[in-house]
């Protein structure tokens, strides 16, 4: 069964304009870790920013935020005053244990100048 | 060096070819990962060491084969092949826990002629 869900193959957004990309999730577990990935062309994954599932703020790192609703099982990356190297696929992952890492399908986000 | 290295970065090799890739980590981890990562598809968490030990191998087949000799080495030994196993072969590593990041290596693009 799918643990991660993204639904947007391809987003594009304007160069220094605001840009959400959507993540769900499913787990009965009550402890997990949520985690955004970018990956530009070269291939390297780059991590961006985490949430644990007891942080009751939401995350944030620079320009990123990560947007945490538990109930609702989602877990969406806000970045802000997108530049045209954020251009790349985005992923998102949880974590239930050491050894039970899960990703998503991935985003790919264009940035427009 | 630091962080994680993989070698090769490009490999081709032929369905008969034995190879072998390369990871290494001087990030002091615990933890280190296989992915295996196709086109249009999340990528496939392939094997998880935790203190050289071998805990988790997601029905992988017996062409691949891990080999994990110390907390900083991870190498995957590749045999008989097929072309669907054409892809980015990507390794990470953490400090182990749920709400550890993963720090991945460039990765190996590997075709299988």
């Known amino acids: 069964a799918q643990k991660i869900t993204q639904t947007q193959p391809g987003m594009f957004v304007q160069e220094k304009e605001a840009v959400t990309l959507d993540c769900t999730y499913d787990?009965?577990?009550?402890?997990?870790?949520l985690f955004w990935y970018k990956q530009p062309s070269s291939g390297e994954m780059i991590f961006l920013i985490y949430?644990?599932?007891?942080?009751?703020q939401n995350a944030t790192e620079g320009r990123y935020s990560l947007n945490f609703q538990k109930a609702r099982k989602s877990a969406n990356l806000v970045i802000s005053a997108s530049q045209l190297g954020d251009s790349a696929m985005y992923f998102c992952?949880?974590?239930?244990?050491?050894?039970?890492?899960?990703f998503g399908s991935g985003t790919k986000l264009n940035v427009k100048p | 060096e630091t962080g994680v290295t993989q070698t090769p970065r490009h490999l081709v090799m032929g369905m008969t070819n034995k190879k072998s890739l390369k990871c290494e980590q001087h990030?002091?981890?615990?933890?280190m990962y296989w992915y295996k990562q196709s086109a249009k598809k999340p990528l496939e968490l392939m094997f998880v060491?935790?203190?050289?030990?071998?805990?988790e191998n997601n029905s992988v087949p017996s062409r691949f084969s891990p080999e994990c000799p110390n907390s900083s080495h991870l190498f995957l030994h590749l045999h008989t092949l097929q072309p669907e196993d054409s892809a980015l072969y990507l390794c990470?590593?953490?400090?182990?826990?749920?709400?550890?990041?993963?720090?991945f290596g460039p990765g190996t693009r590997l075709t299988v002629l």
């Open positions: 990030l002091g981890h615990n933890a």
């Open positions: 787990t009965s577990d009550q402890s997990y870790g």
């Open positions: 990470a590593s953490s400090q182990g826990g749920r709400g550890r990041e993963q720090f």
């Open positions: 992952a949880m974590s239930l244990s050491v050894d039970k890492f899960y």
């Open positions: 060491y935790n203190f050289k030990e071998q805990t």
């Open positions: 949430q644990g599932s007891y942080d009751e």
